[in-house]
């Protein structure tokens, strides 16, 4: 007797078109959301570090200020502040201008630098300014060197500051720190060519981080760093 073998049937079909649709509708929506959550990151990432510049910029500067300062007036007859040309302007922003005889014992420069400034080249970091220059979109702190080079040349040192305000005293002073300045400081401020301590505020703008009303969010803010200088020539005509 011959029998008969039945093969079973398999079925290959593949996926319905409409559960093509719906697979794809659901990998573009979660890719859409990946990279829209992926550029949220990059662009606080880079607001983030941005401000971190600017703060190590600002801290950069007040530092070379403070130095430069307390320099000030080495080898003359005053503590090297030129009050003539230091000043606050309109929108608060202080100026300062520096002078100092740094080579007066450099057998190396001329007899002229040595005995006095106002030699170009050789006088480069005897006669400067710190000022605020306002640019389109933010305040950029320079400095300017007149016997560099011949005209004298420019510098930024630190921008995206909110402001520079210089503070003059006769003693060491204490105060309080408020906004963009200082407050309630313990002595009377005097004029700039008499000071023997100055106080230096410098007020650095940051960018808002991240979207309001998202984790993390940090709203735009100023922040205020400050250096005390003691100016170490000051005092040295009366000895």
Same mark, same amino acid.
Request: hydrophobic share 40%; proline share 2%.
């Given at each position: #007797?011959?029998?008969?073998?039945?093969?079973?049937?398999?079925?290959?079909?593949?996926?319905?078109?409409?559960?093509?649709?719906?697979? #794809?509708?659901? $990998?573009?929506?979660?890719?859409?959301?990946?990279?829209?959550?992926?550029?949220?990151?990059? !662009?606080? +990432?880079?607001?983030?570090?941005?401000? $971190?510049?600017?703060?190590?910029?600002?801290? =950069?500067?007040?530092?070379? #200020? &403070?130095?430069?300062?307390?320099?000030?007036?080495?080898?003359?007859? &005053?503590?090297?502040?030129?009050?003539?040309?230091? *000043?606050?302007?309109?929108?608060?922003?202080?100026?300062?201008?520096?002078?100092?005889?740094?080579? +007066?014992?450099? /057998? %190396?420069?001329?007899? /002229?630098? =040595? !005995?006095?400034?106002?030699?170009?080249?050789?006088?480069?970091?005897?006669?400067? /300014?710190?000022?605020?220059? +306002?640019?389109? !979109?933010?305040?950029?702190?320079? +400095?300017?060197?007149?016997?560099?080079?011949?005209?004298? %040349?420019?510098?930024?040192?630190?921008? =995206?500051?909110?402001?520079?305000?210089?503070?003059?005293?006769?003693?060491?002073?204490?105060?309080?720190?408020?906004?963009?300045?200082?407050?309630?400081?313990?002595?009377?401020?005097?004029?700039?060519?008499?000071?023997?301590?100055?106080?230096?505020?410098?007020?650095?703008?940051?960018?808002?981080?991240?979207?309001?009303?998202?984790?993390?969010?940090?709203?735009?803010?100023?922040?205020?760093?400050?250096?005390?200088? *003691?100016?170490?020539?000051?005092?040295?005509?009366?000895?």
């Amino acid at each position: #007797m011959v029998r008969k073998l039945k093969m079973a049937k398999t079925s290959n079909g593949g996926f319905s078109l409409l559960e093509l649709l719906i697979s #794809m509708t659901m $990998t573009i929506t979660v890719m859409g959301i990946a990279t829209a959550l992926l550029a949220q990151a990059l !662009n606080v +990432r880079t607001r983030t570090n941005a401000n $971190t510049d600017a703060l190590a910029d600002a801290q =950069r500067a007040i530092n070379i #200020m &403070s130095r430069e300062i307390a320099n000030a007036g080495f080898n003359l007859n &005053s503590n090297g502040i030129v009050g003539g040309d230091t *000043a606050t302007d309109a929108h608060g922003n202080s100026t300062i201008r520096l002078r100092s005889n740094g080579n +007066r014992f450099d /057998e %190396s420069v001329s007899t /002229e630098a =040595r !005995n006095g400034i106002g030699v170009v080249g050789e006088d480069a970091g005897e006669d400067f /300014e710190y000022f605020i220059y +306002r640019a389109q !979109n933010t305040n950029l702190l320079a +400095r300017y060197d007149r016997y560099t080079v011949a005209g004298g %040349s420019s510098t930024v040192l630190a921008n =995206r500051l909110d402001g520079l305000h210089l503070h003059y005293f006769d003693q060491k002073v204490s105060y309080n720190t408020s906004g963009c300045d200082i407050s309630g400081v313990s002595a009377a401020e005097v004029a700039p060519d008499v000071a023997k301590y100055l106080v230096i505020a410098v007020c650095v703008e940051l960018d808002a981080v991240g979207t309001p009303g998202s984790a993390g969010f940090q709203p735009a803010k100023s922040v205020l760093l400050v250096s005390d200088v *003691a100016l170490r020539n000051s005092s040295l005509p009366t000895y």
